[in-house]
Protein backbone atom coordinates (compact mmCIF):
# COMPACT_ATOMS: atom_id res chain seq x y z
CA UNK A 1 0.00 0.00 0.00
CA UNK A 2 2.88 2.37 0.87
CA UNK A 3 4.53 1.67 -2.50
CA UNK A 4 0.67 2.38 -4.33
CA UNK A 5 0.49 5.47 -2.39
CA UNK A 6 4.48 7.07 -2.83
CA UNK A 7 3.54 5.92 -7.26
CA UNK A 8 0.27 7.82 -7.01
CA UNK A 9 1.89 10.92 -5.34
CA UNK A 10 5.12 11.00 -7.97
CA UNK A 11 2.68 10.59 -10.67
CA UNK A 12 0.11 13.37 -9.40
CA UNK A 13 3.06 15.63 -8.87
CA UNK A 14 4.39 15.26 -12.21
CA UNK A 15 1.61 15.58 -13.99
CA UNK A 16 0.31 18.64 -11.91
CA UNK A 17 3.37 20.49 -11.30
CA UNK A 18 3.60 20.90 -7.64
CA UNK A 19 3.03 19.38 -4.24
CA UNK A 20 0.43 22.17 -3.00
CA UNK A 21 -2.14 20.85 -6.17
CA UNK A 22 -1.32 17.49 -5.64
CA UNK A 23 -2.01 18.05 -1.69
CA UNK A 24 -5.28 18.82 -2.78
CA UNK A 25 -6.62 16.66 -5.14
CA UNK A 26 -5.27 14.14 -2.71
CA UNK A 27 -6.94 15.88 0.62
CA UNK A 28 -3.73 15.64 2.17
CA UNK A 29 -1.01 18.15 3.80
CA UNK A 30 1.66 19.20 1.11
CA UNK A 31 4.33 17.81 3.91
CA UNK A 32 2.99 14.68 3.54
CA UNK A 33 3.38 14.13 -0.51
CA UNK A 34 6.44 15.54 0.13
CA UNK A 35 7.64 12.50 2.65
CA UNK A 36 6.06 9.75 0.33
CA UNK A 37 8.02 11.44 -2.80
CA UNK A 38 11.28 11.65 -0.38
CA UNK A 39 10.50 7.69 0.42
CA UNK A 40 10.16 6.81 -3.27
CA UNK A 41 13.82 8.51 -3.86
CA UNK A 42 15.02 6.65 -1.25
CA UNK A 43 13.88 3.36 -2.02
CA UNK A 44 14.89 3.47 -6.13
CA UNK A 45 17.87 4.91 -5.21
CA UNK A 46 17.67 7.72 -7.63
CA UNK A 47 16.38 11.31 -8.21
CA UNK A 48 12.81 11.65 -9.72
CA UNK A 49 12.61 15.07 -9.54
CA UNK A 50 14.42 18.35 -9.29
CA UNK A 51 12.44 20.94 -6.80
CA UNK A 52 13.14 24.46 -6.73
CA UNK A 53 11.01 27.30 -4.36
CA UNK A 54 9.59 27.87 -8.46
CA UNK A 55 8.88 24.84 -9.94
CA UNK A 56 9.62 21.35 -10.00
CA UNK A 57 10.81 19.38 -12.96
CA UNK A 58 11.17 15.55 -13.70
CA UNK A 59 15.10 14.06 -14.05
CA UNK A 60 15.67 11.46 -17.04
CA UNK A 61 14.89 8.57 -14.86
CA UNK A 62 11.33 10.47 -13.48
CA UNK A 63 10.30 11.35 -17.00
CA UNK A 64 11.32 7.08 -18.02
CA UNK A 65 9.47 5.91 -14.50
CA UNK A 66 6.64 8.61 -14.97
CA UNK A 67 5.41 6.62 -18.22
CA UNK A 68 5.30 3.13 -16.41
CA UNK A 69 3.48 4.52 -13.32
CA UNK A 70 0.92 6.14 -15.33
CA UNK A 71 0.43 2.85 -17.27
CA UNK A 72 0.59 0.82 -14.14
CA UNK A 73 -2.41 3.18 -12.65
CA UNK A 74 -4.57 3.02 -15.79
CA UNK A 75 -3.95 -0.97 -15.50
CA UNK A 76 -4.88 -1.32 -12.37
CA UNK A 77 -7.90 0.96 -12.88
CA UNK A 78 -9.03 -1.27 -15.77
CA UNK A 79 -8.89 -3.92 -13.99
CA UNK A 80 -10.95 -2.76 -10.78
CA UNK A 81 -13.63 -1.53 -13.05
CA UNK A 82 -13.85 -4.83 -15.18
CA UNK A 83 -14.24 -7.22 -12.17
CA UNK A 84 -16.35 -4.64 -9.69
CA UNK A 85 -19.97 -4.80 -9.09
CA UNK A 86 -21.18 -1.02 -10.11
CA UNK A 87 -18.14 -0.51 -10.95
CA UNK A 88 -16.86 1.87 -13.87
CA UNK A 89 -19.15 0.68 -17.10
CA UNK A 90 -16.91 0.45 -20.41
CA UNK A 91 -18.70 3.64 -22.49
CA UNK A 92 -18.16 5.78 -25.12
CA UNK A 93 -17.61 5.45 -28.82
CA UNK A 94 -15.05 2.48 -30.23
CA UNK A 95 -13.91 3.27 -34.09
CA UNK A 96 -13.09 -0.42 -35.58
CA UNK A 97 -11.61 -1.28 -39.18
CA UNK A 98 -11.09 -4.66 -40.51
CA UNK A 99 -9.95 -6.46 -43.79
CA UNK A 100 -13.73 -6.82 -45.97
CA UNK A 101 -13.91 -10.54 -46.19
CA UNK A 102 -12.76 -11.41 -42.88
CA UNK A 103 -14.64 -8.43 -41.47
CA UNK A 104 -17.86 -9.66 -42.88
CA UNK A 105 -17.12 -13.06 -40.98
CA UNK A 106 -15.38 -12.64 -38.24
CA UNK A 107 -15.86 -9.22 -37.04
CA UNK A 108 -19.14 -7.82 -37.61
CA UNK A 109 -20.90 -11.05 -36.84
CA UNK A 110 -19.43 -10.63 -32.97
CA UNK A 111 -20.45 -7.07 -32.87
CA UNK A 112 -23.94 -7.67 -31.30
CA UNK A 113 -22.82 -9.89 -28.67
CA UNK A 114 -19.92 -7.54 -27.38
CA UNK A 115 -22.64 -4.41 -27.69
CA UNK A 116 -25.25 -6.48 -25.31
CA UNK A 117 -22.65 -6.96 -22.95
CA UNK A 118 -21.68 -3.68 -22.87
CA UNK A 119 -25.05 -1.15 -23.53
CA UNK A 120 -23.25 2.24 -22.99
CA UNK A 121 -20.79 1.32 -25.82
CA UNK A 122 -21.63 2.67 -29.28
CA UNK A 123 -19.34 1.41 -32.50
CA UNK A 124 -18.20 1.96 -35.99
CA UNK A 125 -16.98 -0.67 -37.95
CA UNK A 126 -14.96 0.38 -41.18
CA UNK A 127 -14.43 -3.03 -43.68
CA UNK A 128 -11.94 -2.37 -46.09
CA UNK A 129 -9.41 -4.06 -47.64
CA UNK A 130 -6.53 -1.35 -47.95
CA UNK A 131 -3.89 -0.98 -44.92
CA UNK A 132 -5.86 1.90 -42.87
CA UNK A 133 -3.88 4.42 -41.01
CA UNK A 134 -5.63 3.90 -37.76
CA UNK A 135 -3.40 7.06 -36.11
CA UNK A 136 -4.22 9.53 -38.78
CA UNK A 137 -8.03 8.34 -39.65
CA UNK A 138 -9.20 8.02 -35.74
CA UNK A 139 -9.75 4.48 -35.39
CA UNK A 140 -9.40 2.70 -31.66
CA UNK A 141 -8.32 -0.89 -33.04
CA UNK A 142 -7.52 -2.05 -36.64
CA UNK A 143 -8.26 -6.08 -37.07
CA UNK A 144 -5.73 -7.71 -39.24
CA UNK A 145 -4.92 -10.84 -41.06
CA UNK A 146 -1.30 -11.74 -41.88
CA UNK A 147 2.22 -11.04 -41.02
CA UNK A 148 2.75 -7.63 -39.42
CA UNK A 149 5.59 -5.41 -40.45
CA UNK A 150 7.42 -3.83 -38.23
CA UNK A 151 6.06 -0.20 -36.86
CA UNK A 152 5.32 1.56 -33.97
CA UNK A 153 1.81 0.25 -33.74
CA UNK A 154 1.34 -2.38 -30.98
CA UNK A 155 -0.30 -5.66 -32.14
CA UNK A 156 -2.22 -7.98 -29.88
CA UNK A 157 -2.36 -11.95 -31.64
CA UNK A 158 -5.84 -13.22 -31.35
CA UNK A 159 -5.50 -16.19 -33.19
CA UNK A 160 -3.26 -18.27 -36.19
CA UNK A 161 -3.85 -18.43 -39.40
CA UNK A 162 -3.03 -20.34 -42.39
CA UNK A 163 -2.82 -19.48 -46.38
CA UNK A 164 -3.08 -21.90 -48.96
CA UNK A 165 -3.53 -22.51 -52.83
CA UNK A 166 -6.55 -23.66 -53.52
CA UNK A 167 -8.63 -24.83 -56.94
CA UNK A 168 -11.77 -26.55 -58.28
CA UNK A 169 -11.72 -30.20 -59.20
CA UNK A 170 -13.18 -29.01 -62.31
CA UNK A 171 -10.15 -26.41 -63.17
CA UNK A 172 -7.52 -29.16 -61.90
CA UNK A 173 -9.07 -31.87 -64.62
CA UNK A 174 -8.88 -28.92 -67.67
CA UNK A 175 -5.17 -27.81 -66.47
CA UNK A 176 -3.80 -30.56 -64.53
CA UNK A 177 -2.04 -30.59 -60.80
CA UNK A 178 0.67 -28.14 -60.28
CA UNK A 179 3.65 -30.76 -58.10
CA UNK A 180 5.89 -27.40 -56.94
CA UNK A 181 5.34 -23.85 -56.20
CA UNK A 182 7.03 -23.02 -60.06
CA UNK A 183 4.35 -24.74 -61.63
CA UNK A 184 2.04 -21.76 -60.99
CA UNK A 185 3.95 -19.63 -64.04
CA UNK A 186 1.89 -22.41 -66.26
CA UNK A 187 -1.56 -21.73 -64.40
CA UNK A 188 -4.19 -18.81 -64.30
CA UNK A 189 -3.79 -17.40 -60.82
CA UNK A 190 -6.11 -15.09 -59.30
CA UNK A 191 -4.56 -12.90 -57.47
CA UNK A 192 -5.18 -9.75 -55.49
CA UNK A 193 -4.98 -6.38 -57.37
CA UNK A 194 -5.16 -4.53 -54.28
CA UNK A 195 -1.70 -2.15 -53.68
CA UNK A 196 -2.62 -2.89 -49.79
CA UNK A 197 -2.88 -6.73 -49.86
CA UNK A 198 -0.28 -9.30 -50.66
CA UNK A 199 2.09 -7.23 -51.80
CA UNK A 200 5.21 -9.96 -50.98
CA UNK A 201 3.35 -12.43 -52.85
CA UNK A 202 2.23 -16.08 -52.15
CA UNK A 203 3.84 -17.54 -49.93
CA UNK A 204 5.87 -20.87 -49.83
CA UNK A 205 8.66 -22.98 -47.80
CA UNK A 206 11.00 -24.09 -50.42
CA UNK A 207 14.23 -26.42 -49.14
CA UNK A 208 13.75 -25.10 -45.11
CA UNK A 209 13.49 -21.33 -46.26
CA UNK A 210 10.12 -18.88 -47.05
CA UNK A 211 9.89 -17.73 -51.05
CA UNK A 212 7.07 -15.15 -52.14
CA UNK A 213 6.07 -16.13 -55.79
CA UNK A 214 4.23 -13.17 -57.80
CA UNK A 215 2.19 -15.66 -60.23
CA UNK A 216 -0.51 -13.80 -62.62
CA UNK A 217 -3.39 -14.98 -64.85
CA UNK A 218 -6.07 -13.28 -66.73
CA UNK A 219 -7.91 -11.95 -63.89
CA UNK A 220 -7.44 -10.35 -60.56
CA UNK A 221 -9.86 -8.16 -58.40
CA UNK A 222 -9.34 -6.13 -55.55
CA UNK A 223 -12.19 -7.87 -53.80
CA UNK A 224 -11.14 -11.30 -52.08
CA UNK A 225 -14.61 -12.41 -52.01
CA UNK A 226 -14.91 -12.68 -55.73
CA UNK A 227 -11.54 -14.26 -56.07
CA UNK A 228 -13.20 -17.28 -53.32
CA UNK A 229 -16.29 -17.24 -55.92
CA UNK A 230 -14.04 -17.38 -59.53
CA UNK A 231 -12.51 -20.38 -57.95
CA UNK A 232 -15.15 -22.22 -57.05
CA UNK A 233 -16.28 -21.52 -60.82
CA UNK A 234 -13.06 -22.92 -61.83
CA UNK A 235 -11.53 -20.06 -63.13
CA UNK A 236 -7.98 -20.73 -61.54
CA UNK A 237 -5.75 -21.11 -58.58
CA UNK A 238 -6.24 -18.88 -55.58
CA UNK A 239 -4.11 -18.34 -52.69
CA UNK A 240 -6.45 -18.11 -49.36
CA UNK A 241 -6.61 -18.14 -45.73
CA UNK A 242 -8.72 -21.34 -43.98
CA UNK A 243 -10.98 -19.32 -42.36
CA UNK A 244 -12.14 -18.61 -45.86
CA UNK A 245 -12.46 -21.64 -47.94
CA UNK A 246 -12.08 -24.57 -44.84
CA UNK A 247 -16.10 -25.31 -45.38
CA UNK A 248 -15.17 -25.71 -49.37
CA UNK A 249 -12.27 -28.17 -48.58
CA UNK A 250 -14.47 -30.36 -46.40
CA UNK A 251 -17.42 -30.52 -48.93
CA UNK A 252 -14.91 -31.17 -51.90
CA UNK A 253 -15.96 -27.85 -53.66
CA UNK A 254 -12.38 -26.65 -53.73
CA UNK A 255 -9.35 -28.94 -53.58
CA UNK A 256 -5.98 -28.19 -51.72
CA UNK A 257 -2.64 -27.57 -53.58
CA UNK A 258 1.07 -27.94 -52.61
CA UNK A 259 0.14 -29.41 -49.45
CA UNK A 260 4.50 -30.06 -49.02
CA UNK A 261 5.29 -26.51 -49.52
CA UNK A 262 2.90 -24.72 -46.93
CA UNK A 263 4.23 -21.99 -45.28
CA UNK A 264 3.74 -21.39 -41.63
CA UNK A 265 0.93 -20.01 -40.39
CA UNK A 266 0.74 -16.29 -39.54
CA UNK A 267 -1.80 -14.37 -37.43
CA UNK A 268 -4.79 -12.90 -37.00
CA UNK A 269 -4.41 -9.62 -34.82
CA UNK A 270 -5.87 -6.39 -32.82
CA UNK A 271 -3.74 -3.47 -33.46
CA UNK A 272 -3.72 -0.43 -31.75
CA UNK A 273 -1.87 3.25 -31.72
CA UNK A 274 0.26 2.12 -28.59
CA UNK A 275 -0.58 0.59 -25.88
CA UNK A 276 -0.57 3.41 -22.85
CA UNK A 277 -3.51 4.43 -21.33
CA UNK A 278 -6.15 2.31 -23.45
CA UNK A 279 -9.95 3.19 -23.29
CA UNK A 280 -11.28 0.38 -21.21
CA UNK A 281 -13.99 -0.21 -24.34
CA UNK A 282 -11.29 -0.85 -26.53
CA UNK A 283 -9.34 -3.36 -23.83
CA UNK A 284 -12.68 -5.29 -23.52
CA UNK A 285 -13.43 -5.59 -27.41
CA UNK A 286 -9.68 -7.02 -27.87
CA UNK A 287 -10.53 -9.59 -24.49
CA UNK A 288 -13.89 -10.07 -26.46
CA UNK A 289 -11.82 -11.01 -29.80
CA UNK A 290 -9.47 -12.59 -27.97
CA UNK A 291 -11.98 -15.12 -25.97
CA UNK A 292 -13.98 -16.09 -29.19
CA UNK A 293 -11.60 -16.63 -31.53
CA UNK A 294 -9.50 -18.51 -28.58
CA UNK A 295 -12.83 -20.99 -28.88
CA UNK A 296 -11.64 -23.79 -30.99
CA UNK A 297 -16.03 -24.55 -31.49
CA UNK A 298 -15.98 -20.79 -32.66
CA UNK A 299 -13.89 -22.14 -35.98
CA UNK A 300 -15.87 -25.74 -36.02
CA UNK A 301 -19.11 -23.87 -36.14
CA UNK A 302 -18.57 -20.92 -37.89
CA UNK A 303 -19.12 -17.14 -36.94
CA UNK A 304 -22.43 -16.31 -35.37
CA UNK A 305 -25.13 -15.70 -37.70
CA UNK A 306 -23.16 -16.90 -40.81
CA UNK A 307 -24.06 -20.27 -41.22
CA UNK A 308 -20.87 -21.18 -42.33
CA UNK A 309 -17.98 -22.82 -40.70
CA UNK A 310 -14.54 -22.23 -41.78
CA UNK A 311 -11.51 -20.39 -40.37
Known amino acids: MDRLKQIESFVAVATKGSLT ?6 EVAPAVIGRRIDALEERLGVKLLVRTTRRITLTHEGSAFLEDCQRILSDIANAEASVTAGGVKASGHLRITAPAGFGRRHVATLVPGFLAQHPDVSLSLNLSDRVVDIVN ?44 PTDLARHQCLTLSSDASQ ?33 LQGLGIAWRSTWEVEADLASGALVALLDDFASPPN ?19 IDFLKHSYGDPMYWRKGAPGTGESGR
Not at 21 to 26: H, L, P
Not at 267 to 285: D, N, S, T
Open 267 to 285: GIYAVVPQRKHLPLRVRLW
Open 137 to 180: EGFDVAVRVGDMPDSSLVSVRLADNRRLCVAAPGYLARAGMPAT
Open 21 to 26: AAAQAA
Open 199 to 231: TRGWAFTVDGEVQHLRPGGRLDCSDGQVLHAWC
